[in-house]
């Protein structure tokens, strides 16, 4: 576990000074808005927080302690944030409060990721005779680093692309309307929770036929759950757009495509 986080520290600091550093030529060649230079690098700055509270989660699962995803990235991380980022938005500083509550609650996850494991697994924090095995950890993990940028990326591209080629008013309402169609996968990340331990054992224990079948049952009553909230973005788009203010109706249909694709 101290190698996976040590490996973690290093990788997101790594990426904290790539950031950093290509800001500037983000900024200005793909947003074509300077002022984004340090609203960019001060992203940067909270990234390693923010990387380490996501990462630290997953070691609840090795204990099957679920609920530790559920306590800290579901519920404690998006209060914390948008507490912070309301009070800093009603004194005035808008986006600035929401940089403020993405570096904020980086560091409050982190502090209480920390704070489990050491009820989970309070011997990690203790010095005792440890093999250390960080080439195999990479080797592991490498691949699985590639699937979930490629994943990220996947998500990312559309506003990308129209950072490049359209204008930040637009860049906006794309990025409304698929924070909207988010709320689809609420149900289903409640049901990847659970799942993602049950399935895990299932399979080491070789246990095939019970893995298909809790795999179909899960597909099942996720992509059902989905049904609903879908329906209510189609229905109530507008309203739904409304949220993020009257000038974001304009993308109403966008909202509509994403959540049926």
């Known amino acids: ?14 990426l904290s000074i790539l950031f950093f550093t290509v800001a500037r030529p983000v900024s200005l060649n793909i947003f074509h808005d300077p002022g984004l230079i ?10 390693p927080f923010y990387i380490l ?6 070691i609840g699962y090795a204990f099957k302690k679920v609920e530790f995803k559920v306590i800290i990235q579901e519920f404690l991380l998006p209060v914390m944030n948008i507490a912070v980022v309301g009070i800093i938005f009603i004194l005035g500083y808008r986006l600035y409060g929401a940089v403020a509550g993405f570096i904020i609650s980086g560091i409050f996850g982190l502090f209480l990721g920390v704070y489990f494991i050491r009820k989970i697994y309070p011997e990690i ?16 993990s490498t691949p699985i680093v590639g699937i979930i940028f490629c994943y990220y990326l996947l998500f990312q591209l559309g506003i990308m692309f129209l950072g490049a080629y359209r204008s930040a008013y637009e860049v906006g309402i794309y990025s409304a309307a698929s924070n909207i169609a988010m709320f689809m996968l609420v149900f289903t990340g409640t049901l990847e929770t659970g799942f993602t331990p049950v399935i895990a054992q299932l399979h080491h224990a070789d246990r095939r036929e019970d893995l298909i079948k809790i795999f179909n049952c899960v597909t099942f009553w ?4 989905a049904l609903l ?3 209510g973005i189609i229905i109530f788009n507008k309203e739904a757009m409304a949220l993020f203010g009257n000038d974001f109706t304009a993308g109403s249909s966008v909202s509509i495509v994403i959540a049926l694709s």
Do not use: D, H, N, Q
């Open 1 to 14: 576990i101290l190698s996976y986080l040590f490996i973690c520290f290093l990788i997101s600091v790594a």
């Open 38 to 47: 340090w609203v960019l690098r001060l992203f940067s700055v909270g990234l």
């Open 53 to 58: 509270s996501l990462i630290i989660i997953p």
């Open 222 to 225: 996720g992509v059902s759950f």
């Open 229 to 231: 909230p879908c329906m």
């Open 125 to 140: 924090f203790t010095r005792s005779e440890c093999i250390y095995e960080p080439m195999k950890l990479l080797g592991y």
